[in-house]
């Protein structure tokens, strides 16, 4: 019943995830995968996995021009070396799987096309989630129109940094130094912490959840750099932990809207007990209510063992189809929502700069103002700039889907 | 891209799950798939959905020869029957969705034979946890050799009434009772309760995980009805719950073993918060660690929105591989395995009766026996007649993956 071949693989990045991806794929012994050629920057600089002579190519011409290769696999950290990667590949008609969301949430309207015009493939669960396989799940088992919510704590360093200072006394500083030294956080910390990762995962998701591609520039983002002791204290004392969550969610039958921004998390919630390095996602629909899945989602073997699940699919050809691109009703990205925050802030007047429409908490002591109000999501885009002020804090309260728990 | 075609649905069955599948059909305007014809056994039976008239039929060849269906669902609730229609609509080339785990699980090996000789495809995802996504996930994310165990709450009634002794005080009678009046049991409470249902959905879930069909008589099974208060009593005193737990587990790189069984289950495990009718899966494997699902595991609903998916990727000609079953170094089943128990007895004598490498603990009282020690599974397998003593009480405490948490 199978159809099967043998994969040879030109691998492009020999970093954490690259070296992890050459230990799994000596560990699966029903891979019939190898690689063939490892194209990196430096040749010579010294590496802790050791591979055979001839295997380090610093030229892409030895990958692309290999006839025998049949699979790239792209692993680059610069998300324009990685762009010209996969293009030239697309373009060629050779199959890649790519774990370079920054890439990937920027370029995929003009990936997918490049998948079409070519008739070849593009895989990147190991994009978004680490081990989770969200994009595969998305695309293939939540086919149809039922989801209303995708929702989770996508960033596995970040959350590493929020677990250490919540449940274990730290202060953000050493947190992020450990996040870093364990090679959880990337090599721009700031990637992490002030959200984009999550962002661009969450981009790819929604592709996928809701056939629809929102650009990076259009979505609130907010990360958690500027957190601060009272906000920690703030969130104790109302029983909540502080997590950096992205949500993509139909607010009406025919509309939607996402954001990242740290979020204050009831204990009810499924991703209130997702800690350290680890991701969650609940997955909410008409009919099966919510799903929940959890798994590591930084580090360099669990990506790797995404990035090989990515190449077994190829093994049978596997495709992603992006099917509800052409449904019918696709539901259209709207800002036009309220959202529940609080804001915490000193100099920055906040209740001056932000239009609420309605204020339910405000604080004021010279040590520590906040304010918790309703307000439009299209405003916070609007003064976006506000959030850049270190002394200001925002977190989501969450309204959406109130009348269910969890 | 996408290559689709509308679906003419032939329907076997009209319970709870069937009339789900009507309504969820209705609610996905991206479905392209519509239900023809229902096949009943009494068409005069009064129920909730209304179809249209000459819809229902009491004659299975009102589908069969009809030459524009091109899929059959079949949900009927009698395996003999159930195994009637799949291997006819089979042996047709009719492609099948499959919703019966009990026929399923039985007839596995010849199902997949049907399928090979007649090139056609019998899905049934919906048969494993409801709407969580287990075998698809198995067959094509988990599609190599690293995993070492899965392991979780199977079934969705068995963990209600537990979920409504231990955390509401109720009685065991009347949770249920209150489960039958939800719809989650089964119309055969046994099936649930005694741990058949969950090892139906192990069986198959091994075969997709591991590439071996071990039959149900030689798998170790036991329920929760002989729970008795003192039970009850023991977990709550050592902070644990009791849970119905179905796993399979490497337990050498070449051997795996299976069984269901209650188990002692520490609030550190994933699988302790999983409640009421819900379901939970624990997928470990080597590089990726553990990754967690979580969903609603009984009701028409949900059912019905995985019998959706399994629908939906029909539309692309979707059909399950195998591909573990050609693995080289395919894992052996064994059952030479210690395990840790707590037997609770009474009259029976356990000391007597079965043969253990260790005893930890023992109490004697007039009212509450019990002991925990090291027992061989085969030991239990041939004595399995002494647990249908009903003072009897076994549940596992975990011994494998000891080492790390969860």
Redesign the interface.
Known sequence: ??D?KTLKIGLFGFGTVGQ?VW??LR?????HAEIRRICVRNISKPRATVVPDGMLTDRAEDIFDDPEINLIVELVDDADASFRIVSTALSRGIPVVSGSKAMIARHLPELIEL??KHDTALLY?ASSCG???VI??LE???????LLEVKGILNGSSNYILSRVFDHGEDYESALRRAQELGFAESDPSFDIDGFDALFKLIIITVHALGRFVPAEEIFTCGISHIDDCDIRYAREKNRKIKLVAQVVKTEPDAFTMFVMPELVEPSR?IY?VDDEYNGVVIR????????????GAGG??T???I??DI??RR?D??Y????M????RPHYTTDVTVRVYIRYNRTPIPQLLIFSTIHEQLLTPGHKYIIGDVNLSELIANRDIFNAPDVFIANIPIFFRDKDN
Chains 1, 2 share one sequence.
């Open positions: 019943m199978t099967t992890g230990k799994v560990s699966a012994r029903n891979a998948q079409r669960d081990s989770i396989p595969r799940n293939e088992y939540y086919d149809n129109d039922l499924y007990s629909g008409e009919c099966y209510d919510r799903q929940f899945m959890f798994g590591k073997l669990p790797a063992s995404s090989l699940s077994m699919a049978h596997y495709r189809e992006y099917k509800k052409e449904y019918v009703n």
